[in-house]
Protein backbone atom coordinates (compact mmCIF):
# COMPACT_ATOMS: atom_id res chain seq x y z
CA UNK A 1 0.00 0.00 0.00
CA UNK A 2 1.32 2.93 -0.46
CA UNK A 3 1.50 5.99 1.96
CA UNK A 4 -1.29 7.82 -0.16
CA UNK A 5 -3.42 4.51 0.17
CA UNK A 6 -2.48 4.21 3.74
CA UNK A 7 -3.56 8.00 5.03
CA UNK A 8 -7.12 7.24 3.34
CA UNK A 9 -7.26 3.94 4.81
CA UNK A 10 -6.48 6.05 8.21
CA UNK A 11 -8.77 8.60 7.58
CA UNK A 12 -11.90 5.80 7.28
CA UNK A 13 -10.56 4.30 10.08
CA UNK A 14 -10.57 7.79 11.80
CA UNK A 15 -14.45 8.25 10.96
CA UNK A 16 -15.50 4.69 12.19
CA UNK A 17 -14.01 5.37 15.75
CA UNK A 18 -16.36 5.01 18.53
CA UNK A 19 -13.49 4.66 21.16
CA UNK A 20 -14.81 7.77 23.61
CA UNK A 21 -18.34 6.90 24.49
CA UNK A 22 -18.89 10.95 25.87
CA UNK A 23 -18.08 11.92 22.49
CA UNK A 24 -20.06 10.00 19.94
CA UNK A 25 -23.34 10.00 22.30
CA UNK A 26 -22.70 13.85 21.88
CA UNK A 27 -22.00 14.04 18.89
CA UNK A 28 -24.96 11.91 17.70
CA UNK A 29 -27.03 13.65 19.89
CA UNK A 30 -26.20 17.36 17.89
CA UNK A 31 -27.02 15.66 15.03
CA UNK A 32 -30.38 14.43 15.43
CA UNK A 33 -32.00 17.69 17.30
CA UNK A 34 -29.90 20.14 15.37
CA UNK A 35 -29.77 23.69 14.95
CA UNK A 36 -32.78 25.44 13.33
CA UNK A 37 -30.64 27.01 11.28
CA UNK A 38 -29.46 23.58 9.68
CA UNK A 39 -32.60 21.80 9.59
CA UNK A 40 -32.41 20.54 6.28
CA UNK A 41 -29.08 19.52 6.89
CA UNK A 42 -28.25 15.80 7.11
CA UNK A 43 -25.53 16.44 9.62
CA UNK A 44 -22.50 13.99 9.74
CA UNK A 45 -22.44 13.23 13.16
CA UNK A 46 -18.94 11.20 12.98
CA UNK A 47 -15.75 11.89 14.07
CA UNK A 48 -14.04 14.49 11.09
CA UNK A 49 -11.01 13.51 9.47
CA UNK A 50 -8.06 15.26 8.76
CA UNK A 51 -8.65 17.36 5.31
CA UNK A 52 -6.30 18.73 2.94
CA UNK A 53 -3.15 17.77 0.86
CA UNK A 54 -1.76 14.84 1.49
CA UNK A 55 1.62 15.33 0.36
CA UNK A 56 1.64 18.96 2.21
CA UNK A 57 4.71 20.36 3.96
CA UNK A 58 2.87 21.94 6.29
CA UNK A 59 0.39 19.95 8.96
CA UNK A 60 -2.11 22.21 11.44
CA UNK A 61 -3.05 20.97 14.52
CA UNK A 62 -6.95 22.23 15.59
CA UNK A 63 -8.40 21.99 18.77
CA UNK A 64 -11.35 19.75 17.80
CA UNK A 65 -14.63 19.44 15.19
CA UNK A 66 -17.23 22.36 16.17
CA UNK A 67 -20.56 20.54 17.00
CA UNK A 68 -22.54 22.75 13.95
CA UNK A 69 -19.76 23.39 12.02
CA UNK A 70 -17.11 20.05 10.87
CA UNK A 71 -19.49 17.72 12.80
CA UNK A 72 -22.47 19.44 10.25
CA UNK A 73 -20.17 18.96 7.24
CA UNK A 74 -17.48 16.46 7.98
CA UNK A 75 -14.95 18.56 6.96
CA UNK A 76 -12.12 20.22 9.13
CA UNK A 77 -13.27 23.85 10.08
CA UNK A 78 -16.11 23.84 7.59
CA UNK A 79 -19.20 25.44 8.37
CA UNK A 80 -18.54 27.85 11.05
CA UNK A 81 -16.21 31.43 12.26
CA UNK A 82 -13.35 30.08 13.00
CA UNK A 83 -13.20 28.09 9.28
CA UNK A 84 -14.44 31.65 7.50
CA UNK A 85 -11.17 33.23 9.35
CA UNK A 86 -9.16 30.49 8.79
CA UNK A 87 -9.48 29.43 5.25
CA UNK A 88 -9.45 33.23 4.33
CA UNK A 89 -6.67 33.65 5.59
CA UNK A 90 -4.71 30.49 4.08
CA UNK A 91 -6.44 31.79 0.49
CA UNK A 92 -4.52 35.18 0.90
CA UNK A 93 -1.24 33.01 2.00
CA UNK A 94 -1.29 30.95 -1.50
CA UNK A 95 -2.36 27.61 0.47
CA UNK A 96 -6.04 27.81 -0.70
CA UNK A 97 -7.74 27.96 -3.99
CA UNK A 98 -10.36 29.94 -2.24
CA UNK A 99 -11.66 32.16 0.71
CA UNK A 100 -14.84 29.98 0.97
CA UNK A 101 -15.21 26.69 2.87
CA UNK A 102 -18.95 26.23 3.39
CA UNK A 103 -19.68 22.21 2.56
CA UNK A 104 -17.82 19.31 1.70
CA UNK A 105 -17.28 19.40 -1.93
CA UNK A 106 -17.76 23.08 -2.40
CA UNK A 107 -14.39 23.46 -4.58
CA UNK A 108 -11.91 24.12 -2.17
CA UNK A 109 -8.67 21.99 -2.83
CA UNK A 110 -5.77 23.43 -0.02
CA UNK A 111 -2.17 23.38 -1.36
CA UNK A 112 0.51 22.30 0.67
CA UNK A 113 -1.54 22.37 3.73
CA UNK A 114 -3.50 19.80 5.26
CA UNK A 115 -5.81 20.40 8.59
CA UNK A 116 -5.69 17.74 11.11
CA UNK A 117 -7.17 18.45 15.16
CA UNK A 118 -6.40 17.28 18.41
CA UNK A 119 -9.34 15.51 18.62
CA UNK A 120 -11.80 14.22 15.91
CA UNK A 121 -14.85 14.44 17.73
CA UNK A 122 -16.93 17.46 18.91
CA UNK A 123 -16.97 17.92 22.51
CA UNK A 124 -19.54 19.35 24.76
CA UNK A 125 -18.75 22.88 25.32
CA UNK A 126 -15.35 22.82 23.21
CA UNK A 127 -13.78 21.00 26.06
CA UNK A 128 -12.20 17.47 25.51
CA UNK A 129 -11.54 15.65 28.79
CA UNK A 130 -7.75 14.29 29.24
CA UNK A 131 -8.49 10.66 28.03
CA UNK A 132 -10.31 11.46 25.15
CA UNK A 133 -7.22 13.44 23.62
CA UNK A 134 -4.95 10.33 24.70
CA UNK A 135 -7.60 8.25 23.21
CA UNK A 136 -7.17 10.38 20.00
CA UNK A 137 -3.71 11.04 20.40
CA UNK A 138 -2.07 7.91 18.02
CA UNK A 139 -4.35 8.77 15.12
CA UNK A 140 -2.43 12.66 14.72
CA UNK A 141 0.67 10.56 15.12
CA UNK A 142 -0.36 7.97 12.08
CA UNK A 143 -0.75 10.91 10.11
CA UNK A 144 2.04 12.53 10.57
CA UNK A 145 4.11 9.30 10.32
CA UNK A 146 2.88 9.01 6.59
CA UNK A 147 3.04 12.83 5.53
CA UNK A 148 6.21 13.69 7.20
CA UNK A 149 5.36 17.73 7.14
CA UNK A 150 8.35 19.91 7.23
CA UNK A 151 6.34 22.59 10.06
CA UNK A 152 3.39 22.37 12.36
CA UNK A 153 1.18 24.99 13.32
CA UNK A 154 -0.74 24.69 16.32
CA UNK A 155 -3.69 26.32 16.91
CA UNK A 156 -3.74 27.27 20.49
CA UNK A 157 -2.40 25.87 23.65
CA UNK A 158 -4.40 22.76 24.03
CA UNK A 159 -2.71 21.63 20.20
CA UNK A 160 0.62 22.43 21.72
CA UNK A 161 0.27 20.34 24.24
CA UNK A 162 -1.25 17.62 22.82
CA UNK A 163 2.09 17.62 19.78
CA UNK A 164 4.40 17.99 22.46
CA UNK A 165 2.58 15.17 24.40
CA UNK A 166 3.14 13.08 21.27
CA UNK A 167 6.54 13.82 21.14
CA UNK A 168 7.38 13.17 25.22
CA UNK A 169 5.41 9.58 24.36
CA UNK A 170 8.24 8.75 21.58
CA UNK A 171 11.27 9.78 24.02
CA UNK A 172 12.33 12.92 21.36
CA UNK A 173 11.66 15.65 24.15
CA UNK A 174 11.63 15.58 28.25
CA UNK A 175 8.75 17.73 29.12
CA UNK A 176 6.50 20.67 27.46
CA UNK A 177 8.15 23.18 29.60
CA UNK A 178 11.01 24.49 26.96
CA UNK A 179 7.90 25.32 24.65
CA UNK A 180 5.50 27.40 26.17
CA UNK A 181 2.82 28.72 24.20
CA UNK A 182 2.36 31.88 22.23
CA UNK A 183 1.32 33.89 19.33
CA UNK A 184 3.79 33.46 17.00
CA UNK A 185 6.46 31.16 18.43
CA UNK A 186 8.37 29.02 16.76
CA UNK A 187 10.44 26.45 17.81
CA UNK A 188 13.28 24.06 16.35
CA UNK A 189 12.75 20.68 17.98
CA UNK A 190 15.67 17.82 18.31
CA UNK A 191 16.53 16.12 14.78
CA UNK A 192 15.02 16.07 11.93
CA UNK A 193 11.46 16.76 13.46
CA UNK A 194 9.38 19.51 11.61
CA UNK A 195 9.70 23.04 12.89
CA UNK A 196 6.92 23.81 15.63
CA UNK A 197 4.58 27.12 15.04
CA UNK A 198 1.86 28.45 16.94
CA UNK A 199 -0.80 30.42 16.84
CA UNK A 200 -4.29 31.79 18.79
CA UNK A 201 -6.93 29.62 17.60
CA UNK A 202 -9.37 31.38 15.44
CA UNK A 203 -12.05 30.82 17.67
CA UNK A 204 -15.23 33.37 17.51
CA UNK A 205 -14.02 34.38 21.36
CA UNK A 206 -10.42 35.38 19.87
CA UNK A 207 -11.58 36.96 16.74
CA UNK A 208 -14.79 39.01 18.24
CA UNK A 209 -12.55 40.36 20.88
CA UNK A 210 -9.68 41.73 18.91
CA UNK A 211 -7.02 39.10 20.77
CA UNK A 212 -6.85 37.60 17.23
CA UNK A 213 -7.06 39.90 14.31
CA UNK A 214 -5.89 38.93 10.15
CA UNK A 215 -2.54 40.73 10.24
CA UNK A 216 -1.95 38.64 13.62
CA UNK A 217 -2.48 35.54 11.50
CA UNK A 218 -1.34 36.83 8.47
CA UNK A 219 1.91 37.34 9.90
CA UNK A 220 2.41 33.85 11.52
CA UNK A 221 1.62 32.47 7.72
CA UNK A 222 4.18 34.57 6.38
CA UNK A 223 6.71 33.18 8.47
CA UNK A 224 5.56 29.76 8.07
CA UNK A 225 6.00 30.08 4.10
CA UNK A 226 9.41 32.01 4.35
CA UNK A 227 10.62 28.98 6.48
CA UNK A 228 8.63 26.58 3.67
CA UNK A 229 10.26 28.34 0.95
CA UNK A 230 13.96 29.34 2.36
S1 LIG B 1 -12.20 11.55 19.86
FE1 LIG B 1 -10.86 10.27 18.61
S2 LIG B 1 -10.51 8.42 19.82
FE2 LIG B 1 -12.35 9.43 20.65
S3 LIG B 1 -14.07 8.52 19.55
FE3 LIG B 1 -13.50 10.38 18.45
S4 LIG B 1 -12.08 9.64 16.87
FE4 LIG B 1 -12.22 8.02 18.41
Known sequence: ???LDQLAALEREITDCRKCPRLVQYL??????KRRAYRDWTYWGRPVPAFGDPGARLVIIGLAPAAHGANRTGRMFTGDRSGDFLYKQLYRAGFANQPDSKRAGDGLVLKDV???????????????LPEEICNCLPYLERELMLIRPRAILALGGIALHTYLDLLKGQGFIASRAAFPFGHG?????PGDLPRMFAAYHPSQQNTQTGRLTPAMFASVLRKIRKFLDG
Open 185 to 189: ASFQL
Open 28 to 33: ENVARI
Open 1 to 3: MTP
Open 114 to 128: LISASIRCAPPDNKP
